[in-house]
């Protein structure tokens, strides 16, 4: 069984920078694809990034393209999400969510789409 925890969420200016990541246990992260979701209070979740097994392929939400960046370490286990040029509109709860990899290359948008998930770190932005 796969297990997630996210770390590094904080409270942050407009502006600022921040990086949060995901550690994975309990299979190979190399048998995963991943992504990134947050919850903004009253807000459903939405999907904010993926990235394939490999690393060769990436997608982002609109709202955040050019200014998060994700990234992995297969060899450690460890997905990331650096946010730059932090808006109070980015403010929420994010999670980390990983499925089997997609033998054709393809990356869900979808929180069905994935079978695993933390339990979410929160980051807040001051205007």
């Known amino acids: 069984q796969v297990q997630l925890v996210e770390s590094g969420g904080g409270l942050v200016q407009a502006g600022d920078s921040l990086r949060v990541s995901c550690a994975a246990s309990?299979?190979?992260?190399?048998?995963?694809?991943m992504g990134w979701f947050r919850q903004a209070p009253g807000k459903e979740r939405e999907f904010v990034a993926a990235i394939s097994w490999s690393s060769s392929t990436t997608y982002y939400a609109d709202s955040v393209q050019g200014r998060f960046t994700i990234s992995r370490v297969n060899a450690a286990n460890t997905l990331y999400l650096q946010m730059n040029s932090l808006k109070p509109e980015d403010t929420g709860v994010y999670y980390c969510?990983?499925?089997?990899?997609?033998?054709?290359?393809?990356?869900?948008?979808?929180?069905?789409?994935?079978?695993?998930w933390g339990q979410g770190t929160q980051v807040t932005v001051s205007s």
């Open positions: 969510a990983a499925r089997p990899r997609d033998s054709r290359g393809r990356l869900y948008l979808g929180e069905s789409d994935y079978d695993y």
């Open positions: 309990g299979g190979s992260a190399s048998s995963l694809d």
